[in-house]
């Protein structure tokens, strides 16, 4: 079993800037792809990026730029810098796990967090 917490949401001014984290607990996640999603009220959850076990990187257009995911297994942590944000880009954001590769469906991930909100305001 992996655990996962987020922390770093917060409320910030379009055009700032933050960085989330995804603490694990239980495994190592060295072996684990990473996931960052996030779901705004009254819409899906959306894949904002992915890393691999072999930092192989991965982001949609939507954040393309602007968002950056990392992880540091010595701290079995990753992290999600988000730059430049907006209004829209306000949503409650969740890490997920899974074996190797990253995935962009969220049904692929076994291990979530409990999110964190992030509010942009314009």
């Known amino acids: 079993q992996v655990q996962l917490v987020e922390s770093g949401g917060g409320l910030v001014q379009a055009g700032g800037s933050l960085r989330l984290s995804c603490a694990a607990s239980?495994?190592?996640?060295?072996?684990?792809?990473m996931g960052w999603f996030r779901q705004a009220p009254g819409k899906e959850r959306e894949f904002v990026a992915g890393?691999?076990?072999?930092?192989?990187?991965y982001y949609p257009d939507s954040v393309k730029g602007r968002f950056t995911i990392s992880r540091d297994n010595a701290k079995n942590t990753v992290y999600l810098q988000m730059d430049s944000l907006k209004p829209e880009d306000t949503a409650v954001y969740y890490c997920?796990?899974?074996?190797?590769?990253?995935?962009?469906?969220?049904?692929?991930?076994?291990?979530w967090g409990q999110g964190t909100q992030v509010t942009v305001s314009s």
């Open positions: 997920a796990a899974r074996n190797f590769h990253y995935s962009t469906n969220g049904g692929d991930y076994a291990f």
């Open positions: 239980g495994r190592t996640l060295s072996a684990y792809a």
């Open positions: 890393i691999a076990w072999d930092t192989d990187k």
